[in-house]
């Protein structure tokens, strides 16, 4: 499989009064030919930020992308003006974006028909009346009923799932490459958001796409994902393929992720194993790992030594983290 | 005063609340948002009643009907043996000590100008629980200390706190006059991942010491598992199961249950590989004008005709399992 998209240490900055807010501080993550990605952590972690700096969308100021590269189709899409034709070619055409917040991305003055036409009339410069073929057929792919009539219908005059899935139809209708999802099923119910990454994974086989999921939910992308990035305080701390995150985790902050969420298959009675501490604040933050003032296996090496870079550990699978959980297997069971 | 035996604290009878929906100039009242739709349940003392369902499925306003925050249309609230249904407010606040309430939004739910000792310490003074200036200070002090706060961080203000910390000075004001039956409203679910852990253990070993009993209302099922000894499932107004924890997940019987079960994603790709899902097609229903007979049945995958017919009664198949379908 041939890569699709590659970023490199990808640097993104918001200047505050407060001072200068490391919001994503050297990510890499590459992202295959027909591949669902995971990128999963917590609020503030980065992980919307650096998504939309792939796109270009960091409000500047206070915002700004200071360092990397993004890598699409043999550019480096950082090197195109925010808004310039490049770039507008590149966002909602070839990577399409699907937001958290369906009311709030889909304008609610213009109906559904109005929104989901307008990508293809601008990308493919389609005729009004073929796009809105295009658009009644989406929405039938995607599962709304009598298409043709809630074409005409606003926003408000359809549920939370409904938005998402027109979300989705608005995604596909240029053919993307790629598509980011930035948490779409976080404001919905639990039955809805098994419909919604149901269709999802449809949607990736139907249209040989590729889908990257940002969530903080680490079941979500347990079932879909082939690969998986955690990330922690701008970083990303471990990655490797689903199977490996969720059956050998590596990282301590991914096991304790694992371990502070009950789980509906595990006998019960288990007491949850919260992590110490707070996420950090990251503003000002020691050269040291942002992770090891919570962690309970730091050693002497992590409070002198920089955060460590990634390193493989086996295969595929990669953390950024000085100890060797494998060593301490003793301390991990009565922890 | 004890009509019940002494282990219900809290029993409900045909609950139903109905919201008006007013139109027009004279705000006439054109129908009813039905976001309880007679409901009985009964809450042991020291147990957790875990109720979960989806978003608008009555499960905050039955809470809030319990605690006599809403006067509810119809049904008997029975507490600690007294119906407490229709008194009137002045009548209501020597139970409103014993009761209270842990909000989902430690943002919202706490006055930002009121200092973190103030806002525990408030019931206490409301209520006249304590009869000194000296009282008062330990008091409050004790209660951050129970909570897992550093009684020196009483002067500061909510916004110097992080979530997870706002969500215990929620706890403390809701302890504060020593409840015996705490409404849990979604506490975790506004907070990060890696905090949720720690409100769930504090919730538990305050339960254990002080010998609380929760109504635990959350749409996480793993987190409601964890916690409940006994779970009621609603939708859209209704109570569609209630059963003990371990029935409800090992052998769901409401066709909704095992759907919303299935739905539930586990975090971890091995077992999601044999896991088969039930996808529920549609949305819910308005509230407003549900479907005739079993609300569910327009969405249900076993639904016959006669699911349309009539509202199906919650039986008892055994064992303290209850389940509203007729396909049962």
Known sequence: MSVLLNVNNLKTQFRTERGVVKAVDGVSYQVDEHEIVGLVGESGCGKSVSQLSVLQLIPDPPGKIVGGEVIFDGHDLLKFEANGAEMRSVRGGKIAMIFQEPMTSLNPVLTIGRQLTEMPELHFKMDHEAARERAIELLKLVGISDAADRISSYPHQFSGGMRQRVMIAMALSCNPKIIIADEPTTAVDVTTQAQLLELMADMVEKFNTSLVIVTHNLGVVARYANRIYVMYAGRIVESSTSKDIFGDPRHPYTIGLLKSVPRLDEPRGRKLVPIDGLPPNLIGMPPTCAFMPRCPYRVDKCKREPWPELRPVEGQHYISCYVDIRERQDELVTK | ?328
Not at chain 2, 49 to 60: D, M, N, W
Not at chain 2, 135 to 143: A, F, G, H, P
Not at chain 2, 213 to 241: C, K, P, Q, W
């Open chain 2, 1 to 328: 005063m004890n009509s019940l035996p002494n282990d219900t604290i809290l029993e409900v009878e045909n609950l139903k609340m109905y919201f008006p929906v007013l139109r027009g100039l004279l705000r006439k009242k054109v129908a009813d948002v039905k976001a309880v739709d007679d409901i009985s349940f009964k809450v042991k003392r020291s147990e957790t009643l875990g109720l979960v369902g989806e978003t608008g499925c009555g499960k905050t306003t039955t809470g809030r009907c319990v605690l006599r925050l809403y006067r509810p249309t119809a049904g008997k609230i029975l507490f600690e043996g007294k119906d407490i249904t229709q008194l009137p407010e002045g009548k209501i606040r020597p139970f409103r000590r014993r009761m209270s309430l842990i909000f989902q939004d430690p943002y919202g739910s706490l006055d930002p100008r009121q200092s973190a000792g103030s806002i525990v310490g408030e019931p206490l003074k409301t209520h006249h629980m304590v009869s000194s200036n000296g009282e008062y200070q330990d008091r409050v002090e004790e209660l951050f200390r129970t909570v897992g706060l550093d009684p020196s961080m009483t002067d500061r203000v909510p916004h110097e706190f992080s979530g997870g910390q706002r969500q215990r000075i929620g706890i403390g004001r809701a302890l504060a006059c020593n409840p015996s039956f705490i409404v849990c409203d979604e506490p975790i679910s506004a907070l990060d991942v890696s905090i949720q852990a720690q409100i769930i253990n504090l919730l538990q070993e305050l339960q254990e010491k002080l010998g609380l009993t929760y109504l635990f209302i959350a749409h996480d099922l793993s987190v409601v598992r964890h916690i409940s000894n006994r779970l009621a499932v609603m939708y859209l107004g209704r109570i569609v199961e209630i059963t003990d924890w371990k029935a409800l997940y090992e052998n769901p019987l409401h066709p909704y249950t095992k759907a919303l079960l299935s739905a539930v994603p586990i975090p971890d790709p091995f077992v999601e590989e044999k896991r088969k899902r039930i996808i529920l097609q549609g949305d819910v229903p308005s509230a407003v004008d549900p479907p005739t007979g079993c609300n569910f049945h327009p969405r249900c995958p076993i639904a016959i005709a006669e699911c349309s017919q009539a509202v199906p009664p919650l039986r008892d198949i055994g064992g303290g399992h209850e389940v509203a379908c007729i396909r049962v």
